[in-house]
């Protein structure tokens, strides 16, 4: 770092022993009006606040009114703007997307006719990509598990493919007292070649002209800069430049660009996008259909349909367990490529099953942007949402409906599906989204 920074190490130094900001970055989807009065430069939804809250207990957290992301990460937003055109149908690959914060701005940039690819290669992780995915609700999104290498066999499919890649962490170290302890030489050296070989795959899998956004949470220039050469040299990748305001205090390096805590109100970050100048076109064509998935009859698409927003431009599947999953049909060909060649996969939105005659809702139609805005439905306040959040019985509010179900509320959000019996109600959040914590 000293020979990074010369004479600016003192600043840095006494940087890193300052508490690191909190920022937010808001789903218009769901919140279009989020105020926001402490700004992140470079996302217009992005904000920081004056202390950390407990997210937890937020009731709008739990509905996907925003997303708790570290400021430097959100700068991927502006990369991209100006470097991709989000306003024609892209196809969208988020190599190493666990927990979800650049899958979910990613999700937000695109347009309705695009399709976003998150995926995580390690299985552990892919359960809160999944859950915060389907908690930001937008429906052209596909979850995977799958190596990287599984992606070059896609050679020159996706537009865009965004690989953030595991790191030595040394931008989180005031942040995260485990990455501090975990560093070592070795370590840098271990990243490196998992980077490559990521990377390799990603570059394989990039279209022709399209756009590669590499991103680590590390200093080191074996990690960033001889990264962002070595693409150039071994892929014909050329790096772009962007057009930043100084007073954004990123600093421009070779290739890409640095954020230093110090300089800017956020983490260690090191981001460059990077465009494909040659290679081959997309070989890989959608297969006959579906291998798992049954297209639901259309005497039963009736049924979910009647829960969907009626401008829902969608069709119906349905998985081998019962699951009936909304599928945005402009996409259907692209998903079935993915189901052709990724084996572990999950696509669109889970909106319910059917038990016997009736169809009960899943979690899933409820935090979804399709949902149907004219469902019945109850307005908690945040106290009553806390305790709905936590499974537990309370007497519902006045003015609720007295049979069926309905959708529990917070500020006009949905929270999950209820259901109200003559001398009692149901929770039917998922066990796995309860709150454990005390209020």
Not at 18 to 47: C, F, L, M, Q, T
Not at 224 to 252: H, K, M, N
Not at 330 to 337: D, E, K, R
Not at 390 to 406: I, R, S, Y
Request: proline share 8%; hydrophobic share 45%.
């Amino acid at each position: 770092m000293q020979q990074l920074l010369g004479e600016e190490f003192p600043a840095f130094q006494r940087a890193m022993q300052e508490a690191p900001p909190v920022s937010i970055r808001y789903n218009r989807a769901k919140w279009p009006d989020a105020p926001v009065a402490d700004p992140v430069p470079w996302h217009p939804d992005g904000a920081y606040l004056p202390e950390r809250p407990v997210f937890t207990l937020d009731p709008l957290f739990q509905a996907g009114a925003y997303y708790v992301q570290e400021a430097s990460s959100m700068f991927l937003y502006e990369a991209l703007r100006q470097t991709v055109d989000f306003g024609r149908s892209l196809r969208v690959l988020d190599l190493c997307a666990a927990p979800g914060g650049k899958s979910t701005l990613l999700a937000s940039m695109l347009s309705p006719d695009s399709l976003l690819v998150a995926n995580e290669v390690i299985r552990q992780r892919v359960s809160v990509l999944r859950e915060n995915l389907e908690k930001w609700g937008l429906p052209n999104i596909a979850v995977s598990c799958a190596d990287t290498d599984d992606f070059a066999a896609l050679e020159g499919w996706f537009d865009v493919v965004v690989a953030d890649a595991p790191c030595s962490g040394e931008g989180l170290f005031r942040k995260d007292p485990a990455a501090f302890r975990e560093w070592s030489p070795a370590s840098v050296d271990l990243c490196v070649a998992r980077q490559k070989r990521i990377l390799a795959n990603a570059a394989t899998a990039l279209a022709p002209g399209g756009v590669l956004a590499y991103s680590t949470c590390t200093f080191n220039r074996q990690e960033d800069e001889e990264q962002i050469d070595w693409l150039r040299r071994s892929f014909g990748l050329e790096p772009l430049r962007l057009d930043l305001p100084a007073d954004w205090g990123i600093t421009a390096a070779d290739g890409g660009y640095r954020f230093f805590p110090h300089r800017v109100r956020g983490e260690g970050f090191f981001i460059a996008v990077l465009r494909k100048t040659e290679g081959h076109s997309p070989k890989q064509q959608a297969g006959p259909g579906f291998k798992m998935l049954q297209a639901l009859p259309k005497k039963l698409a009736a049924e979910p349909a009647a829960w969907l927003r009626p401008d829902a431009e969608v069709q119906f599947f349905q998985t081998t367990t019962g699951d009936v999953l909304a599928l945005p049909a402009p996409q259907l060909p692209t998903y079935q490529v993915l189901d052709k060649l990724l084996k572990s996969k999950w696509f669109g939105v889970n909106t319910g099953a059917f038990k016997g005659k009736d169809f009960v809702p899943a979690h899933g139609l409820a935090s979804s942007i399709l949902a149907n805005p004219a469902l019945p439905g109850v307005d908690f306040s945040r106290e009553q949402a806390q305790l709905f959040l936590k499974k537990e019985v309370f007497e519902l509010p006045a003015g609720a409906p007295t049979q069926g179900w309905a959708l529990a509320r917070f500020s006009g959000l949905n929270l999950g599906w209820m259901k109200i019996l003559p001398n009692r109600w149901n929770n039917y959040l998922p066990p796995e989204r309860r709150i454990r914590m005390e209020i």
